[in-house]
Structure formats: C-alpha cells, structure tokens
C-alpha cells in the first residue's frame, strides 16, 4: 500500500533564507506521481509542484524546487527566498495511475520577518 | 461559486447508529475523494471516484461505504457507527486535466463527526 510520510510536523525560516521540507513515501508502482500542495486556511489545496515519476530531472517552479530520489522514494521541496506569503501547511501527496491520492501529515511552515 | 459542499459541519452519533455525509460539488469535476483527519494527523483516503458510477476503496475504508449515482454528489455512508469513526471527514475534488489545473484540489470545510 501507498504510504506518505512527512516527519517535521513545523518548520521555520527567516525571510529571505531557504527552507527544505522532507517527504518520504512508499510504493511499489512504478508509474506515479508525487505533489507539494499549499493549504492556506481556505482548506483548498494549491498546487505548488509536480514530478511525474518516469522523469529523472528534478521539477522547478519558481522559486520551488524538488530533490526527487527514486531508488531512496524520497521527495524533498526546497524553499529559495522564503517570502512571508509562503507560510502555510505544505502537504506532500503521491497519486497513483488510478488516481488513488495520498497525503502526508502536513509541515507547518512560518516566515519570521 | 460554492466549490465543495460538505453537510452537516458537525454531528455526534451514538454507537451503533449510521449516518450519512453528503458531498456536492458543482464544478463538473470527474474526480471525488473522501479522506478523515485524526487530531494531530494526515489525511487518510477512505474511498475515491473517478466518475459517476465508479468508486473504488482507499487507505481506511472499512466501516463506510460511497455512491457516486451523479457527477455532482458523492455521499459517504457510515454504518454502525463506532468511536474510532470519531474524526473530521473532509470531501475533495478535481477535473480531470492534464494540465495545472487537474492538480488543484478543493476541500470542502469539513464535517465533525463524534461517535459518543
């Protein structure tokens, strides 16, 4: 069965610096995918970066990275130039082909100025 | 635009009873998921659909059951209701898109269920 961990309940980062978030799941699917999402208090989940499992190179977005390991099923987002706008609960979440969805427990993450 | 629509927000069952939480979206999106959130953890897939007459099991779906009769509604149904249900249940759906806007999610706000 498809599992998410997420193991730092919070984080902090001061403006400006860069904070790495750690997502580790376990799968043995070889097609899937894995997603940071924001939830701000709206509870809707925003999509913050996607990484499609077949592809070696690691997504960017922006100021959003991933360090995709697949032999090691671990997915890390990387925060550069952390902006008080990114405070939020980051979830990781892994999809399989059929679109069975998965989430982690959520990082909490709060920009000191 | 109402999104997800989750009711009731809140309700305390006594053991044994069953219930029914409804979920509405109104965006036409092909995909629905149910999930539960203990205090203090993640989110667990109970049951998911993707489309109208389609459900399959997720992470915890023992104790529940789901229809998906429309591609607006997707209820999930508690049967004989136990303390371990108790929990906040949360309802979700996205298009089907294989572009940014497949993977946005919206959650409905929640529904506090007590099984007393």
């Known amino acids: 069965a498809q599992t998410v961990t997420q193991s730092q309940p919070e984080m902090s980062v001061q403006e400006a610096e860069t904070v790495t978030l750690s997502c580790t799941y376990d799968?043995?699917?070889?097609?899937?995918?894995l997603f940071w999402y924001k939830q701000p208090p709206s509870r809707q989940m925003i999509l913050v970066i996607r990484?499609?499992?077949?592809?070696?190179q690691n997504a960017t977005e922006n100021r959003f990275s991933v360090n995709f390991q697949k032999a090691a099923k671990s997915f890390s987002l990387k925060i550069s130039d952390s902006q008080l706008g990114d405070a939020a609960m980051y979830f990781c979440?892994?999809?399989?082909?059929?679109?069975?969805?998965?989430f982690g427990a959520g990082t909490r993450l709060t920009v000191k100025p | 635009n109402a999104g997800v629509t989750q009711t009731p927000k809140f309700r305390i069952l006594k053991i044994g009873q069953s219930m029914t939480l409804q979920c509405t979206q109104d965006?036409?999106?092909?995909?629905m998921y149910w999930y539960r959130q203990d205090p203090g953890m993640g989110l667990k897939l109970i049951y998911y659909s993707v489309g109208a007459g389609i459900t399959d099991k997720g992470e915890v779906p023992n104790g529940y059951n789901v229809s998906r009769s429309t591609t607006e509604d997707f209820p999930l149904r508690l049967e004989l209701a136990a303390p371990s249900q108790t929990s906040v249940y949360f309802c979700?759906?996205?298009?089907?898109?294989?572009?940014?806007?497949?993977?946005?999610?919206?959650f409905g706000e929640g529904s506090w269920l007590t099984v007393v």
């Open positions: 799968t043995s699917e070889s097609d899937y995918y």
């Open positions: 990484q499609e499992a077949y592809k070696q």
């Open positions: 965006m036409n999106h092909n995909y």
């Open positions: 979700a759906s996205r298009p089907w898109d294989r572009g940014v806007s497949g993977n946005t999610i919206y």
């Open positions: 979440a892994y999809r399989s082909a059929n679109n069975d969805m998965r």
